[in-house]
């Protein structure tokens, strides 16, 4: 449906165009643009303005889009109200003022001049930014514009176009997207600077804040860490007593790159690859669990590499504690120690912070960080301090007051946040961290002694080994009456990995490695340093299934060898961490391919029945031939992985579960398995 919308639109524009006999920038008062016929055209042919229907043909738009790719619209004049026929006529009246008539000549559309100068000679240009620009004569200069597209943008922010207020007039340009892809009307999601307090950049889903990328600190967003200096274009972010927004620039013109929020709320920017005709992602965030606003609540931080995310911060304990405990952080955490309120506090600095919300804040751009500290101190409400802008070390000033909200802990970079806390608070702490030192010593101790019993250990099973001539730990399951190979009956089953080993194959779990979440926990893929590569599923800790699950799916799947059922290489239960590693799928899941329409197309039939085929080889191993019964009980094609060859493996044992050998029927206890 959406390809055939797609299709049609295309197939309009390329009408439309046919039947464009003149292609000019500008238009003046006596001349108009009419659906289905003129439209204009930039100087540099970048963009084109013109009639459109994203969805049906009947609701027409005026709307600005690229030429090199007619279907991404990056503007539209009447977003909310839609020409009910193709006789609709965009003109310039004599004030400078942009007008769209409908067939009675009512106005539909008109652009609100911000100035009240009548203009000599008034024309409107499409400059080739993609601005629709109204100007008095060849007045090129942005400031002095009657009337310009790029100060009430729809759901796209191009090269130049600023984000943010004109705090003069009270003008705020912000983003917004479409209701749905064939209505650009404008809906629930949008993206502002909001300049209360110290600005910062948000996603809003209608009126509340959605995620925050935080306020500017003189190199980016606080919160924001994939803005990065490329090779693309360069940023800005102003800040003075007229402006305040966000703006960035191409290096070179005649690259194409826009920022734009989708219908369903992901903020993605493009760019376009001329060679493969194809608008590529560029810096995709991840949204992980953390960038939800307030996810911790008040004076609490979020920090995605823990399990529970959430903590309280220093000197600060759950406002409801079995709240806190089940989950549910939204009520944040509360002083331990009430503060004094004269200058006896003092403060706690933390490092690698994303800083909390600004909306509440205040700040100075020129004070030093102890003229902060002095500021602070003479509010009783004031709650923290921060470096306004960290770069050449740091300078400016910006204060909280009430609950810190919205923090997230980095593993890299990140700033400094001084929390304040009563003097006795501070004092108790810092005891804390004595003790903690003491039990770092006894911890170092510890593991010295530790080592040296390894080394024992090591060398006693180095002896045991060559006795075995098998490499690894074993674990202690025993393949006994198993199975189609017979002979060794003491092979070792399964492997125990060593933790360090799978975060440095994994890259300490980094995202960019996750394949996907399974029930259990996430699955990352890892390269053992002999270069093989792996599957690691990693238990969720308060998932509720725990080591009994994974004994469940080591036993079992150690047991099972077919060439239609994944392999289990090992697992590792260290540190609280129960992980199962498994051989890796390079070509994923069964459901990648076959809800996916360009994939489903590489699966033709002669290997959809192969496919099949597998799968019931393979359950038919499991309830028939392995001599244990087993029930996978979550068989879907999410849990079909393909090999290279497209050999389909059955996987995620964990919820199977084992029958005697003549046990027929069973009950079960427990509802499981996922949708
Ligand atoms: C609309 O305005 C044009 C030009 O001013 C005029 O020629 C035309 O008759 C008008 N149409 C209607 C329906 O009023
Ligand atoms: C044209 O617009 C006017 C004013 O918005 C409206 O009253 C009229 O019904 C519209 N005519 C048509 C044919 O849509
Ligand atoms: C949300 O926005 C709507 C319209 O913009 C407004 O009417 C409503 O009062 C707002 N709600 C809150 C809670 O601010
Ligand atoms: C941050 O500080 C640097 C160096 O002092 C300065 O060049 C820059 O303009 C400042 N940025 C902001 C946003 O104040
Ligand atoms: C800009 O990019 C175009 C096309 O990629 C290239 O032809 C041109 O030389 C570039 N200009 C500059 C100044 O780098
Ligand atoms: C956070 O702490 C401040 C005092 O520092 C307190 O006023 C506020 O209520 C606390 N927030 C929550 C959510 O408990
Ligand atoms: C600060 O306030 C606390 C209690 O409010 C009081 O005991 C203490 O003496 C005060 N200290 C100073 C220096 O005023
Ligand atoms: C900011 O701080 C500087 C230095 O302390 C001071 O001169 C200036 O007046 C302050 N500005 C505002 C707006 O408070
Ligand atoms: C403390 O800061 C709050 C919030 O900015 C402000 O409303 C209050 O007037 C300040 N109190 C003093 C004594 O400056």
């Given at each position: 449906m959406e390809a055939l919308t797609h299709l049609f639109v295309f197939y309009s524009f390329l009408f439309s165009l046919l039947r464009t006999s003149i292609s000019l920038d500008t238009i003046t008062p006596s001349q108009s643009i009419r659906d289905g016929g003129s439209a204009l055209v930039s100087a540099g042919g970048h963009f084109q303005l013109g009639f459109f229907s994203p969805g049906n043909p009947d609701r027409r738009y005026v709307g600005i889009w690229y030429t090199v790719s007619l279907d991404i619209v990056v503007w539209v004049a009447n977003r909310e109200a839609p020409l009910s026929d193709h006789l609709g006529v965009l003109k310039l009246v004599d004030d400078g003022v942009l007008v769209l008539l409908n067939s009675t000549n009512g106005t539909v559309w008109s652009s609100r001049s911000t100035t009240s100068t009548t203009p000599q000679n008034p024309v409107a240009q499409l400059l080739d930014t993609g601005n629709l620009a109204v100007k008095d004569g060849n007045d090129d200069k942005p400031e002095k514009f009657l009337w310009q597209s790029f100060d009430y943008p729809c759901d796209t922010q191009l090269p130049e176009m600023k984000l943010g207020w004109n705090l003069v007039t009270g003008l705020d340009r912000f983003i917004s997207s479409w209701k749905s892809t064939e209505d650009p009307a404008q809906g629930e999601y949008s993206v502002h600077i909001d300049h209360r307090g110290l600005p910062q950049r948000v996603n809003m889903k209608g009126n509340s804040t959605k995620t925050r990328a935080g306020s500017w600190n003189g190199v980016g967003f606080t919160g924001h860490q994939g803005l990065r200096p490329n090779t693309v274009f360069d940023y800005e972010f102003v800040l003075n007593e007229k402006e305040v927004y966000f703006e960035f620039k191409l290096f070179n013109t005649s690259v194409f790159t826009r920022f734009v929020i989708n219908p369903t709320g992901v903020a993605q920017r493009f760019t376009w690859n001329d060679r493969k005709q194809i608008w590529e992602s560029f810096f995709t965030s991840e949204a992980d669990q953390c960038e939800n606003y307030g996810l911790c609540g008040g004076n609490a931080t979020c920090n995605i590499n823990k399990s529970p995310v959430c903590a309280c911060l220093e000197g600060f304990l759950p406002q409801f504690q079995k709240d806190w405990d089940s989950a549910d952080w939204s009520d944040g955490c509360v002083r331990r120690t009430p503060l004094e309120c004269n200058d006896t506090d003092g403060f706690l600095m933390r490092t690698g912070l994303k800083l909390p919300d600004t909306s509440a804040s205040w700040y100075?751009?020129?004070?030093?960080?102890?003229?902060?500290?002095?500021?602070?101190?003479?509010?009783?409400?004031?709650?923290?301090?921060?470096?306004?802008?960290?770069?050449?070390?740091?300078?400016?000033?910006?204060?909280?007051?009430?609950?810190?909200?919205?923090?997230?802990?980095?593993?890299?970079?990140?700033?400094?946040?001084?929390?304040?806390?009563?003097k006795s608070e501070l004092a108790l702490l810092e005891k804390q961290r004595h003790s903690n030192k003491k039990k770092l010593v006894g911890i170092i101790v510890g593991s010295a002694l530790l080592v040296v019993g390894m080394i024992i250990v090591g060398l006693?099973?180095?002896?045991?080994?060559?006795?075995?001539?098998?490499?690894?730990?074993?674990?202690?399951?025993?393949?006994?009456?198993?199975?189609?190979?017979?002979?060794?009956?003491?092979?070792?089953?399964?492997?125990?990995?060593?933790?360090?080993?799978?975060?440095?194959?994994?890259?300490?779990?980094?995202?960019?490695?996750?394949?996907?979440?399974?029930?259990?926990?996430?699955?990352?893929?890892?390269?053992?340093?002999?270069?093989?590569?792996?599957?690691?599923k990693r238990l969720s800790k308060n998932s509720g299934q725990g080591l009994n699950e994974l004994k469940n799916e080591?036993?079992?799947?150690?047991?099972?060898?077919?060439?239609n059922l994944v392999k289990l290489l090992g697992c590792c239960i260290q540190e609280n961490e129960n992980m199962l590693i498994y051989e890796y799928m390079p070509n994923k899941s069964l459901d990648s391919f076959i809800f996916d329409q360009a994939k489903s197309k590489l699966l033709d039939w002669h290997k959809r029945l192969n496919i099949i085929r597998g799968i019931a080889k393979g359950l038919l191993y499991l309830h028939e031939d392995s001599r244990l019964r087993i029930i996978h009980r979550d068989l879907k094609a999410s849990n079909i992985l393909l090999d290279n060859n497209m050999n389909p493996k059955i996987s995620d044992f964990g919820v199977a579960r084992s029958f005697g050998g003549d046990q027929i029927d069973s009950e079960t206890t427990k509802i499981i398995g996922t949708q």
């Open positions: 100075n751009k020129s004070m030093t960080l102890q003229e902060c500290k002095g500021m602070c101190l003479k509010n009783c409400s004031c709650t923290a301090y921060a470096s306004l802008n960290i770069s050449e070390g740091g300078s400016g000033c910006v204060l909280w007051f009430g609950s810190l909200i919205d923090i997230r802990e980095y593993s890299e970079g990140g700033q400094d946040l001084h929390v304040r806390m009563a006693v099973s180095y002896i045991w080994k060559k006795k075995l001539k098998n490499p690894g730990l074993v674990l202690g399951i025993q393949r006994k009456d198993y199975d189609n190979e017979g002979g060794k009956e003491d092979m070792e089953l399964a492997i125990l990995f060593d933790l360090a080993v799978i975060i440095n194959a994994t890259n300490n779990f980094s995202n960019n490695n996750k394949l996907g979440e399974g029930g259990f926990g996430p699955v990352y893929k890892g390269t053992l340093p002999e270069g093989k590569d792996i599957a690691v080591v036993i079992l799947i150690a047991k099972l060898q077919h060439r």
